[in-house]
């Protein structure tokens, strides 16, 4: 192939000048980032062959475009040097390998041997690890559903967060170290990240679980940041009707709050190890440290009237159907849960346990607990068939009757056949559920 400025010339020549281009064209990457450390977005500009006697690294504001003819030669420059160092057949500097494995992540992101490289930099201390997250978030740019690329920036936010925990005296609320400002600062920025990859690739299940591993290990579920979450992805999945992961990723926040108010507040996460163990984000006076159990069941609904108007406003799409049964799960989970809650005697209060069954108290619920007083007699009698009459028609079914007349009501004014056939399986997946549930 022609390279710009240079004639007809011998192999060995030839070889020699093209390792001085590709050194020109990694120094010009590097003298970019010096020049912009704003660049925010990297791509290929398509170019066959080389027309002018130029760089091919150009840059126009916050944009790094590589022109695609040198891609040929620079990639395979890049990669054998530094499989030539891992093997100590040639010694490269710091800053040598810092300028290479840059070039080569950005053209090849799922090398893991370069990130490998830069992981030991970080450990020597001759490599920023904000840097570094900057560096996987322009790669994101251009190979959005990168493995490689989130197996390591969970890698650095984990130092970033050890490095940015202060050991508090420990007290009722918290023991151990706790996030400063910096790190909640890191959480944001990083579920920014995850969103706009989410954006650059159709459900980009990486980008999600890692958002998931974020809230988890870095956010420690915090209800203030899933309930923001809960209300930023509103828009995302209402534009995205198609994209599952999206979807999955509200019935985590939706599951992970419910959770928070089962364990009174505290995350349901297992002890970590004593060098990892860090309290919730800080907060502020207007910050929920713990979420009201009423306010569960007003996200579900207005969760399923979300859902509910976007199957009308966009027929036949499956995913909006699954998400509704799954968010229909959780409703009657919590509100089974909370029945069985309610009903749950209590020893240290016996006259309100009398009251609640119905010793002082008159209506259906006295009539339901006279029952029970009957048949504490003989507790062999309590078949299937009577619990079953005890819990009354879809009383413990929250919604069913709602769900029904919405099936109706796309069934009636349907004329997407995909959207009828989702509805039918709707209708019937509603059966066959609630009648494992009361088995």
């Known amino acids: 192939a022609a390279l710009p400025g240079l004639g007809r010339a011998t192999m060995a020549e030839w070889k020699e000048e093209v390792e001085v281009l590709v050194q020109r064209v990694v120094r010009d990457i590097n003298n970019a980032f010096q020049k912009n450390p704003n660049i925010d977005e990297i791509g290929l500009i398509p170019c066959p062959e080389a027309r002018y006697n130029r760089s091919p690294i150009v840059l126009v504001e916050n944009k790094l475009g590589v022109e695609s003819w040198c891609i040929k030669f620079l990639l395979p420059y890049v990669h054998n040097r530094l499989l030539l160092y891992r093997q100590r057949k040639q ?8 300028d290479i494995t840059c070039t080569l992540l950005l053209l090849n992101p799922d090398f893991t041997t370069a990130w490998n490289v830069r992981k030991e930099l970080m450990q020597a201390g001759t490599l920023n690890p904000v840097k570094d997250l900057h560096l996987g978030k322009l790669t994101l740019t251009k190979f959005p559903k990168s493995p490689e690329t989130w197996i390591h920036r969970r890698w650095v936010l984990q130092r970033l967060a050890q490095e940015h ?9 918290c023991s151990g170290p706790i996030p400063s400002q910096g790190l909640l600062n890191i959480v944001q920025e990083e579920l920014q990240v995850c969103n706009d990859a989410a954006g650059r690739y159709p459900s980009n299940y990486n980008a999600w679980s890692h ?3 974020v809230l988890q290990h870095l956010g420690k579920l915090d209800v203030k940041i899933l309930l923001d979450e809960l209300s ?32 009174g ?17 800080p907060k502020n006076e ?44 959780l409703l009657h989970q919590f509100s089974t849960e909370g029945h069985h809650a309610a009903s749950r005697p209590s020893p240290r209060n016996n006259d309100h346990d009398r009251t609640l069954n119905g010793s002082h108290a008159g209506g259906p619920a006295a009539q339901a607990m006279d029952i029970d007083s009957v048949m504490d007699s003989n507790r062999q009698l ?14 413990d079914s929250p919604g069913l009757g709602t769900e029904h007349r919405f099936i109706d009501s796309i069934l009636a ?10 509805a039918s399986a709707y209708k019937k997946w509603l059966v066959t559920f609630l009648g494992q549930w009361c088995e």
């Open 382 to 395: 309590y078949t299937q068939e009577i619990k079953r009459l005890k819990r009354g028609p879809e009383k």
């Open 232 to 263: 930023s992805t509103k828009h995302w999945v209402a534009v995205h009707i198609s994209d599952h992961s999206g979807f999955h990723y509200r019935q985590f926040l939706l599951k992970s709050l419910m959770d928070r108010v089962a364990a």
């Open 91 to 98: 010694w490269l500097n710091r800053d040598e390998l810092i």
């Open 286 to 329: 207007e910050t929920p440290s713990e979420l009201p159990r009423g306010d569960i069941p007003l996200l579900l609904e207005e969760e399923m009237e979300l859902g509910a108007d976007l199957i009308e406003s966009y027929p036949g799409h499956e995913t909006l159907w699954c998400h509704r049964r799954r968010v229909f799960c």
């Open 413 to 422: 004014a349907c004329r997407n056949p995909e959207q009828a056939r989702f």
């Open 211 to 213: 958002r998931i591993w």
């Open 265 to 281: 507040g505290t995350p349901p996460l297992e002890a970590p190890p004593a060098s990892e163990k860090t309290c919730s984000l």
């Open 165 to 173: 925990s202060v050991t508090i005296v420990p007290n009722k609320a």
